[in-house]
């Protein structure tokens, strides 16, 4: 298990405030990953649909749920990417998104719950058990 003394603090990337948790992503999102193997990395990458993320409040992804890992905007790429790592059948790089910010706070999220089959709201900064059913 990695220490997190390790990285440097200078080094760590600050989390903004972080506006909900545990909201899926839906669709493949491309990302730029950040770890801490003996010191701070980055490195780009792709979320596969559904895994859990920690969105700020304009609703950019900023941490990984599972392993807590610091998330930040993908870094524009310059050449075709070349594929590293575990994949997934349904992975396709032609409808890999990158989330953009809104452009005003956002207060109230519409989430899909694809164990229940349908949206609900969650306003922001609540625990996932204050849920409005839309």
Do not use: E, K
């Not at 839906?26 to 730029?32: E, F, G, I, L």
């Amino acid at each position: 298990m990695r220490r997190p003394g390790r990285c440097p603090a200078r080094r760590r990337p600050r989390l903004p405030a972080l506006a909900h948790p545990g909201d899926p992503a839906r669709r493949d999102t491309r990302v730029t990953n950040h770890g801490c193997d003996g010191g701070a990395t980055s490195f780009q990458s792709v979320l596969q649909a559904g895994t859990a993320v920690l969105v700020d409040a304009h609703g950019v992804p900023r941490a990984r749920c599972i392993c807590g890992n610091p998330l930040t905007p993908p870094v524009a790429q310059r050449a075709t990417p070349r594929l590293t790592g575990d994949h997934w059948a349904a992975y396709r790089p032609s409808t890999t998104v990158m989330v953009l910010p809104a452009p005003t706070t956002v207060n109230v999220f519409v989430i899909y719950d694809s164990d229940r089959g349908g949206w609900f709201h969650r306003h922001a900064a609540t625990t996932p058990a204050v849920r409005t059913s839309r």
